[in-house]
């Protein structure tokens, strides 16, 4: 089973819905973090969280918000997509600051 | 503003072949230098740096920091089909942890 685990894998949807990503995980790190990835752009990041208490604003959290449920899930929301926000998602954790991030396999997200 | 460029963007080669890849970075508050091999999917990590001029290798790749020059190289020698990917550099800073991708390179390896 997948260490970080998101759903759902794909989606399509139409513009002004609201739309939320699921991440969990299983290595009870308490760092997570969302990130968006458009070709020859790499992977920005949208939110991050160092615990349940703490979130953080990324570079490009306009149109996001994210929830903390518990250490091991981070959701993210679109609460009225539009179509600029077509992108493929990743869900990532880290124990800290000085080990790399694990990634899920990523949601791609269509709105029309 | 925090930048991480990668150079080339893009890549093809032969069976064999040995590339560099190229990262370059200007990132206020450095911690560390990541690459990653993305391919169909999520990255996976391959090597974080902190030091400058002390390589890390394992098996055909090997990768260096340079924290004077600002930049990073990744080496892959006698390339196989399955590099083939998209090689992912990032930077991590002390602030607030954030961690800043470059564009990334995508390299084909042919037969």
């Known amino acids: 089973d997948a260490d970080v685990t998101q759903t759902p894998r794909n989606r399509i949807t139409k513009t002004g819905k609201r739309i939320m990503l699921e991440c969990s995980q299983t290595?009870?790190?308490?760092?997570m973090y969302w990130y968006r990835q458009d070709p020859g752009l790499g992977l920005r990041l949208i939110y991050y969280?160092?615990?349940?208490?703490?979130?953080n604003k990324g570079e490009i959290s306009d149109g996001y918000s994210v929830s903390r449920q518990a250490q091991a899930k981070f959701s993210l929301s679109l609460e009225s997509a539009i179509p600029n926000q077509t992108a493929l998602y990743f869900c990532?954790?880290?124990?800290?600051?000085?080990?790399?991030?694990?990634f899920g396999d990523g949601t791609r997200l269509s709105i029309l | 503003e925090d930048k991480v460029v990668q150079s080339p963007l893009s890549l093809v080669v032969h069976e064999g072949d040995t590339v560099t890849l190229n990262c370059s970075y200007e990132?206020?508050?450095?911690?560390?230098l990541l690459w990653y091999k993305q391919e169909k999917k999520a990255p996976t990590f391959l090597f974080m740096l902190?030091?400058?001029?002390i390589e890390k290798k394992s098996g055909r790749l090997s990768s260096i920091l340079d924290k004077k020059e600002l930049f990073s190289i990744l080496n892959i020698t006698a390339t196989q089909t399955g590099d083939s990917a998209v090689y992912l550099c990032?930077?991590?800073?002390?602030?607030?942890?954030?961690?800043?991708f470059g564009p990334g390179t995508s390299l084909s390896v042919i037969p």
């Open positions: 990532a954790t880290s124990e800290d600051e000085l080990e790399p991030q694990h």
């Open positions: 290595k009870g790190h308490d760092r």
């Open positions: 969280s160092f615990d349940v208490k703490d979130i």
């Open positions: 990132v206020t508050n450095f911690r560390s």
């Open positions: 902190t030091s400058s001029g």
């Open positions: 990032a930077c991590r800073k002390t602030s607030y942890d954030k961690v800043i």
